[in-house]
């Protein structure tokens, strides 16, 4: 199976693609996402519940804590108390092992992971774990060797599963820039104002190359210079290409959205709709709550076969399969309940089960079925990885609207849908708004000029494309901001 990645630099989105289909959606969040390190003071202690909430900063939401994430701060195991362990006002070095719902804030953790490429650094966990997925044992007990040579004496390692058949001199060099950088967390904890943040993955390609390339990768699209420059440098770092045959690197210069040619555009905004059609005529609803998602299956205008059970179970099958997909490229995480068409024979059932177990197999996220309830409704759960879709594109930076956005390049019209940030005056400038100044600038080859209402300085960034697209493309969104000469 073919597998590409397409990264947009412009609008801070990646996709993983499979024969064309996106299977995943990657987004940079820019207030929290898992790993972001924070110090942070105690706030609230709940004895009932043996949890405390964490303020993370200034107009941050205040992280959760639970006495089962306080394992490095426990001097003895004989803790049971969080009162024990925490105390009002208490400085803590926390990471976030759960993004925010929409009505909750993070959940904390004290135990801190370091990510690499191939190595996890663990500064206050003391042990060695080697990954699961590397099944060959003579490769496993290499990597344990290495593991105990490198350890320092107060930290711990896990080796993840992309270290196997990997030379140990690139090893060595991942293990020293997770040090690194868990140096310069410690001065910045000591230097810095309380409470802070230490360390984010801000950069959308380190992120995509550490954690989601693989070996079956045939193809990058990216529609930045710079973009392309840094996936290079990444790919090299971290010595994934044998050579350069193995993988074709693309820049993407058309004045079309890559988002719109590859299809990704359409997927988020398919994905944010409760109604699935199915290809055989059935379709599925998907509603979506805080701590639950409900999957309703119906048969609609399928009805291809005069045997009715055959149709009932060719209709739950086909749903099964596209239940799979939508819980990936939507990233649902937690319960869900999928209410299928009644079936009366067991041996229907433990097929449709044996079916669904199997495609639910390729999902990272480890999604797992617990049970066919009664009332012939099928519980399962899926491991939370980072916010949903929907959470994510309903919050305040992104809306999922579509809006025609008229582009003038090269003297033509261009009509489009695209996905829009609403804070986009951040990625292209920074401005005080007092005078008004005229712009103009002849590569864009603007029909009309662009007039600025009330501006006295603008900060152009280094944009992907040599012409200034921006004031005229988000000219409609940006209120009072911007206004066209007729």
């Not at 996890?120 to 060959?136: A, G």
């Amino acid at each position: 199976m073919i597998k590409k990645i397409v990264i947009s630099r412009f609008n801070n989105i990646a996709a993983v693609l499979q024969n064309s289909r996106t299977q995943e959606i990657i987004v940079i969040n820019h207030d929290y996402q898992v790993n972001d390190i924070y110090l942070g003071s105690v706030h609230k202690i709940f004895t009932s519940i043996n949890a405390a909430f964490i303020n993370l900063g200034h107009n941050k939401k205040s992280g959760f804590i639970h006495i089962n994430d306080l394992k490095p701060l426990k001097k003895s195991h004989n803790l049971s108390q969080i009162s024990d362990v925490l105390s009002i006002n208490q400085l803590v070095l926390v990471q976030i092992i759960k993004e925010p719902t929409l009505n909750k804030g993070p959940r904390l953790t004290t135990n801190i992971n370091l990510l690499g490429r191939y190595i996890i650094l663990m500064p206050f966990c003391n042990t060695i774990n080697i990954s699961r997925k590397i099944y060959d044992q003579n490769e496993r007990s290499y990597l344990q060797a290495l593991a105990i040579l490198l350890k320092p004496a107060t930290m711990g390692l896990l080796i993840r599963s992309a270290a196997s058949g990997v030379n140990e001199e690139i090893l060595l060099e991942d293990f020293r820039l997770l040090k690194q950088q868990w140096y310069f967390i410690q001065k910045l904890a000591i230097s810095k104002p309380f409470p802070c943040l230490l360390y984010k993955d801000e950069d959308l390609v380190k992120k995509i190359i550490r954690d989601f390339y693989q070996d079956n990768i045939h193809t990058i699209v990216v529609d930045s210079e710079e973009g392309l420059k840094q996936i290079r440098y990444y790919l090299n770092k971290w010595h994934c290409m044998a050579s350069m045959s193995n993988i074709k690197l693309q820049l993407f210069k058309h004045s079309e959205c890559i988002l719109e040619k590859f299809n990704i555009n359409t997927t988020i905004q398919n994905a944010l709709k409760p109604k699935v059609n199915l290809s055989i005529g059935g379709y599925l609803f998907i509603e979506t709550y805080e701590a639950l998602t409900v999957i309703d299956v119906n048969s609609g205008s399928f009805n291809k076969t005069d045997n009715s059970r055959e149709t009932v179970l060719r209709t739950n099958c086909y749903a099964a399969t596209e239940i799979a997909y939508q819980l990936k490229v939507r990233n649902i995480n937690g319960v869900i309940i999928i209410d299928f068409i009644d079936m009366e024979s067991h041996r229907d059932q433990l097929q449709l089960l044996e079916h669904f177990n199997r495609v639910l197999s390729i999902d990272n996220a480890k999604p797992q079925i617990i049970q066919l309830s009664k009332l012939g409704l099928v519980e399962l759960t899926r491991r939370r990885r980072g916010q949903s879709l929907f959470e994510l594109f309903n919050s305040k930076q992104y809306t999922s609207t579509s809006i025609n956005t008229i582009l003038s390049i090269n003297g033509n019209l261009i009509k489009k849908n695209s996905l829009i940030y609403k804070s986009i005056n951040t990625l292209f400038f920074n401005t005080v708004f007092f005078n008004t100044v005229s712009i103009s600038n002849s590569k864009a080859s603007l029909t009309n000029r662009v007039r600025i209402k009330s501006c006295e300085k603008l900060d152009f960034l280094r944009l992907s494309y040599p012409f200034i697209v921006p004031l005229r493309l988000y000219s409609d969104i940006i209120d009072s901001n911007f206004q066209l000469d007729n």
